[in-house]
C-alpha cells in the first residue's frame, strides 16, 4: 500500500513534452503554491511560459517535483468526473504514549478498508473487481500539529500534551467515482463523519477541494514520504496462474 520509489518517480519526471501539454498552468501554479525560492525573482509571462516552466520545474526538488505529479493525477482523476475531498482525522492520545507513523497507519488502514469502504460500496465484498473498479482513488499523508494543553492539569489529556506536544494525523485526498457520490454525500453530512468507523479516532472533517488541496495534505512529505498510503493499491486483483 506504501509508495515506492519506482512508483512515483516514473510519474515525477516532468519532461518538456509534459510542459508543452495542456497541464502547463496547472504546473505553474503548483510551483506557485509550494512558493520556490526563485520564482519570486521570475516573472513569467505567456511567451515565456514554456522555457520558464520547463527550467522552474527542473529546479524543484524531488519530494516538490512528486508532489506536483500527485496533484497532477488527482486533476486528470476530476478530469475524468471523480469528485475531490479533503478528509482530515486526528486520533485520540494515550496518556503515556506517543502514537507513531505506523499505527496511525494501522488505525486508517482498518477504518477505512473495514468499515468506510463497505458503508460507501454497500458490500463486503469490496476486492471484486467491478466493486474496486468504483473505490475512491485515495492518497493518504501524515502530518504534525501541536495541541492546546486543557485545563484540567490532572486529566490524561493534559499529562499526554505535556509529554508529547507533537502529534500525527492524516490528510487524505479522496477521488470519488460517480457512481458512489450519492452515498459519499450521505456519510459525509454528519459532523465528524468518520469517528464511527473508529474508536481511536478524535475528530474527522471532509469537504470538497480542487486537485491542488493535494499540495497542503502533503506538505510533511518530505519527512513521512514511506508512510503514505494509497488506496486501492490495484485497480484490478491480479489472476492466479
Known sequence: MNITSKEITNDALITNSYI?????????????????????????????????????????????????ALANEIRNLELEHRNIYHLTITYKPYKNHQRSAKEINTFFKNFYIKKFLPD???????????????????????????????????????????????????????AVHPETADRMNEIISTDNPMNKYSPVTMTSYIRECEPMCLLYASKKYDKYRDDTLIFPDRLHRRRKP
Open 20 to 68: 508543452e501539454s495542456s497541464e502547463q498552468n496547472f504546473y505553474l501554479d503548483c510551483v506557485k503554491y509550494l512558493k520556490a525560492d526563485f520564482i519570486a525573482n521570475n516573472t513569467i509571462n505567456e511567451r515565456e511560459n514554456k522555457n520558464k516552466a520547463s527550467s522552474i520545474l527542473l529546479n524543484l526538488s524531488n519530494y516538490q517535483r512528486e508532489r506536483i
Open 120 to 174: 460507501l460500496l454497500n458490500t463486503r465484498n469490496i476486492h471484486k473487481n467491478k466493486k474496486k473498479s468504483v473505490q475512491p482513488i485515495c492518497y493518504t499523508f501524515i502530518d504534525e500539529h501541536t495541541q492546546k494543553p486543557s485545563i484540567n492539569k490532572t486529566d490524561n489529556l493534559y499529562i499526554n500534551m505535556m509529554l508529547f506536544p507533537v502529534k500525527l494525523h492524516h490528510h487524505a485526498i479522496l
